[in-house]
């Protein structure tokens, strides 16, 4: 998968885990552990590639403590930045205080592949107002490209150009199932938002997550949906 990155263009990347209470524990220290051995092997081999530490953190009524005792790997273990999953189904009624919560103690939450949630496919304003209240938001590069169905696809499009989600991620998962395609997903953003605003979301932005800086972005716009002819006239 290394070698598979390097030839998308990728110099680092953040290994992210499943962390799911119950199933995938992988706690801070072990995924820390295993990184740094990864990165061993790879120097061993020859490659370039940097590998840092993190998890895609399932949502539960226990992940606003596991956060901020550093209990479970947030981006880089440095505890300004994590990676949360929510429910494919939906996004759950407590999400909007989990940010707020997460904000209060310094913690900025990124929602993982929110396109592919059903609740923000119907409705993508479901995650302005998450982004509005201070999270940030990732796309699949596999969405944009198409290879999780045209409603992913759109949805994706949609949260790019309203500015709802700031980052492109590869989410690989091996060279045959979900492997690289962030070149191909840069390249149709792209043509959504222009070169400038495309490479920031997969080098700028992204470079800042590891460094735990903060970031002045551009306010979030809601999605207005566009009415067909009867429903406008209905309306008339």
């Known amino acids: ?30 995924v820390a552990q295993r990184v740094e051995e990864f990165q061993r092997r790879l120097n061993h081999a020859g490659l370039s590639m940097k590998v840092l530490p993190g998890g895609e953190v399932f ?16 981006i880089c273990n440095a505890g300004k930045y994590a990676l949360i999953e929510f429910p494919m189904g939906g996004i759950p009624v407590a999400a909007e205080r989990m940010v707020f919560e997460l904000a209060v103690n310094g ?5 993982a592949h929110p396109e592919r949630n059903e609740d923000v496919i119907r409705d993508p304003n479901r995650l302005y107002r998450l982004v509005e209240r201070g999270a940030l938001a990732q796309v699949n590069a596999g969405s944009l490209i198409g290879e999780f169905g045209r409603r992913a696809r759109e949805t994706a499009q949609i949260l790019i150009t309203h500015g709802m989600a700031q980052i492109i991620a590869s989410d690989a998962h091996s060279t045959r199932h979900r492997p690289f395609r962030l070149a191909a997903a840069l390249y149709e953003a792209r043509k959504l938002v222009g070169r400038e605003q495309a490479e920031a979301m997969v080098v700028d932005i992204p470079a800042k997550l590891i460094a735990g800086e ?15 002819f009867f429903a406008r006239l209905a309306n008339l």
Do not use: W
């Open 107 to 111: 913690v900025i939450p990124v929602i």
């Open 1 to 30: 998968m290394a070698r598979q990155a390097a030839a998308d263009g990728i110099a680092t990347i953040v290994a992210t885990p499943h962390v799911i209470s119950g199933r995938y524990e992988n706690p801070s220290e072990v």
């Open 214 to 228: 903060e970031m002045p972005l551009q306010s979030p716009e809601p999605y207005a949906r566009r009415k067909g």
């Open 59 to 74: 949502f539960d009524d226990g992940l606003i403590e596991a956060i901020k005792s550093g209990r479970v790997p947030s």
